[in-house]
């Protein structure tokens, strides 16, 4: 839990806040941003909740926090955070909520593509998303294995793919394996000693169909084994492959944060242009989502400044 004691000078007056053992995963700053900002190498509470929305989005923030860094002085019920967990970002067509699609209780099983929140400190604070289809739900990435999270998984029918996007990312994936009963898939080049049993190894390079509406591409660069999964020519899941840059403006892979060959990186990326895709949905960095034909100018263009950061 968050203290008192270890609370940060630069959060705004009140109930909430974030002390000094925030990692700056950047995880609240983006579920919550009319709340949190950052203030030096950390998250801060800039400004109160004002509204119920804010208050709601704030505590899923709370709930979310991989290392349990956001104090809540008042200790707010957090009945409503908790039921909007996971939270539904578009339906199966890629329509966002909010733009059209009727928004549901994740408890009402409606399909799409979820933001799990529960996010795991051995991943760094990664975002994990669950795809609830008819085929059979995927999880991408493991969040944490927290009983509410997984009470509202078996609500929306459990999990048959449990995909491991690299070797840094897989928190609980035992725990969700065995609770569940899913395959584990991941690319050879990252099988660690703690993935050993995994059910599915990915091998080389040439993309590998798990069914005919998922797809998983290799995408060696950050690691070594790194692969991005593409659901229903849609939604494009790139773990620390790439993600949208607030700052920068535009997609990127992470430079400075490439643990196996940066060339590699701008090479899995061109492969990636081919696709057909409306929805970028990274483990760290911000989601984005476009129309595919500027979806596919965004690439080109990610392309182009990472092909210049290589020099």
């Not at 939270?87 to 928004?103: S, T, Y």
């Not at 990127?252 to 196996?260: K, P, Q």
Request: glycine content about 10%.
């Amino acid at each position: 839990m968050a203290s008192t004691t270890l609370r940060r000078p630069e959060n705004a007056a009140g109930d909430l806040y974030v002390d000094s053992t925030c990692i700056d995963c950047d995880t609240c700053r983006w579920m919550a941003p009319a709340t949190f900002d950052r203030a030096g190498d950390q998250s801060r509470v800039f400004h109160q909740p004002g509204t119920p929305e804010e208050q709601k989005r704030a505590l899923m923030a709370l709930i979310a926090c991989p290392t349990a860094s956001i104090g809540d002085a008042a200790h707010h019920d957090l009945k409503l955070a908790l039921a909007a967990l996971p939270d539904r970002l578009a339906d199966l067509d890629g329509v966002a909520v909010g733009e059209g699609a009727p928004v549901r209780q994740p408890t009402e099983g409606a399909t799409g593509v979820y933001h799990c929140g529960y996010h795991a400190e051995e991943s760094f604070g990664a975002a994990s998303y669950l795809l609830v289809r008819p085929g059979g739900n995927v999880l991408v990435d493991s969040p944490r294995f927290a009983a509410p999270l997984v009470k509202r998984i078996e609500a929306l029918g459990g999990v048959r793919w449990l995909f491991l996007t690299h070797k840094d990312d897989v928190a609980d994936h035992e725990k969700f394996a065995r609770h569940f009963g899913c395959a584990r898939v991941l690319h050879a080049g990252d099988v660690t000693a703690g993935t050993r049993g995994i059910e599915r190894v990915i091998e080389g390079g040439e993309p590998v169909a798990l069914e005919p509406d998922l797809l998983v591409i290799p995408t060696p660069g950050h690691t070594e084994g790194s692969a991005c999964l593409l659901a229903r020519e849609t939604f494009l899941f790139t773990g620390d492959h790439l993600a949208w840059s607030a700052r920068r403006g535009h997609i990127i892979g992470f430079r400075d944060a490439c643990w196996f060959d940066w060339s590699q990186v701008v090479e899995s990326t061109r492969r990636l242009q081919a696709r057909t895709f409306s929805w970028l949905l990274p483990g760290h960095g911000r989601r984005c989502h476009f129309a595919p034909e500027e979806m596919a100018r965004q690439m080109q263009r990610c392309v182009e400044w990472m092909a210049g950061a290589a020099r």
